[in-house]
């Protein structure tokens, strides 16, 4: 069993940057690969990011490319999101989640899901 919790949001002006955290709990963390969601007001949750369990591989949705920073330290069971040149259209919950130890971008590879951060963005 894992636990996620997400912190980090916030709000914050366009062009602006934050980092998101994913803390798990679990000794098996490490075995797992972490995707993160976003889900705007009125809209489905889409993919944003992922990175497999040992790190070695990362994939992004094409709209954040470039601008989104995935990580990971299995030392410290955390995974991070670092969101930089940030836009009005960024707006939305992010959501980390575990499962697959490669990820992937189909939330249905994930099997534990955190409560979300809220990331707001002023123009």
């Known amino acids: 069993q894992v636990q996620l919790v997400e912190s980090g949001g916030g709000l914050v002006q366009a062009g602006g940057s934050l980092r998101l955290s994913c803390a798990a709990s679990?000794?098996?963390?490490?075995?797992?690969?972490v995707g993160w969601f976003r889900q705007a007001p009125g809209k489905e949750r889409e993919f944003v990011a992922t990175?497999?369990?040992?790190?070695?591989?990362?994939y992004y949705t094409d709209s954040v490319k470039g601008r989104f920073t995935i990580s990971r330290d299995n030392g410290k069971n955390t995974v991070y999101l670092q969101i930089d040149s940030l836009k009005p259209e960024d707006t939305a919950v992010y959501y980390c989640a575990a499962g697959a130890p490669y990820g992937g971008s189909w939330w249905g590879e994930y099997d534990y899901w955190g409560q979300g951060a809220q990331v707001t963005v002023s123009s």
């Open positions: 990175i497999s369990w040992n790190a070695d591989s990362t």
């Open positions: 679990g000794r098996t963390f490490s075995r797992y690969g």
